[in-house]
């Protein structure tokens, strides 16, 4: 079912990936959409109901990172566009996510315990190494445990 359940969600955030690069002004949407169609800050307001002081806030919230996203919502509206939001894993796909973190995870696990092993004078090899990483790494990823997020 989690396997699923990160199959289905890594097939949408894909879509977001031919957007990544995309990059908007320092001024942000808001200003440079209305700026763009010729539109004054009196028309967005008398869209929005607010006053042309409220719409440049509104547009100085974007631009520093405070604004909300209902903010950004209405404003799109009012713009007749529509406002699209996702997020996209640093990773590249949810898939390559989970499995840096099963790795460090397993990493971790394995070498705790190589290193109990070795002041037992029971040292595993480089390649016992690296195997039990991988078949850590694989089981961590078929089991999904809470773990992997701390």
Same mark, same amino acid.
């Given at each position: 079912? %989690?396997?699923?359940?990160?199959?289905?969600?890594?097939?949408?955030?894909? *879509?977001?990936?031919?957007?990544?690069?995309?990059?908007?002004?320092?001024? @942000?949407?808001?200003?440079?959409?209305? &700026?763009?169609?010729?539109?004054?800050? $009196?028309?967005?307001?008398?869209?929005?109901?607010?006053? &042309?002081?409220?719409?440049? /806030?509104? #547009?100085?919230? *974007?631009?520093?990172?405070?604004?909300?996203?209902?903010?950004?919502? #209405?404003?799109?509206? /009012?713009?007749?566009? $529509?406002?699209?939001?996702?997020?996209?894993?640093?990773? @590249?796909?949810? $898939?390559?996510?989970?499995?840096? &973190?099963? *790795?460090?995870? /397993?990493?971790?696990?394995?070498?705790?315990?190589?290193?109990?092993?070795?002041? $037992?004078?029971?040292?595993?090899?480089?390649?016992?190494?690296? %195997?039990?990483?991988? #078949?850590?790494? *694989?089981?961590?990823?078929?089991?999904?445990? %809470? /773990?992997?997020?701390?």
């Amino acid at each position: 079912m %989690k396997r699923l359940q990160v199959d289905q969600l890594s097939q949408k955030m894909l *879509e977001f990936n031919k957007v990544r690069s995309v990059k908007v002004s320092d001024k @942000g949407w808001v200003h440079t959409v209305r &700026k763009t169609l010729g539109m004054s800050l $009196e028309q967005l307001g008398k869209k929005l109901s607010l006053t &042309k002081g409220s719409v440049g /806030a509104i #547009e100085k919230r *974007e631009a520093d990172g405070s604004i909300t996203l209902n903010s950004l919502r #209405e404003a799109a509206k /009012a713009l007749d566009m $529509e406002l699209v939001y996702g997020f996209v894993p640093i990773d @590249g796909t949810l $898939e390559n996510h989970i499995e840096r &973190k099963a *790795e460090r995870l /397993a990493s971790k696990i394995v070498h705790r315990t190589s290193q109990s092993m070795k002041l $037992e004078d029971q040292e595993n090899t480089v390649h016992r190494l690296v %195997k039990s990483i991988h #078949e850590r790494k *694989e089981e961590i990823i078929r089991e999904m445990p %809470k /773990a992997l997020w701390d």
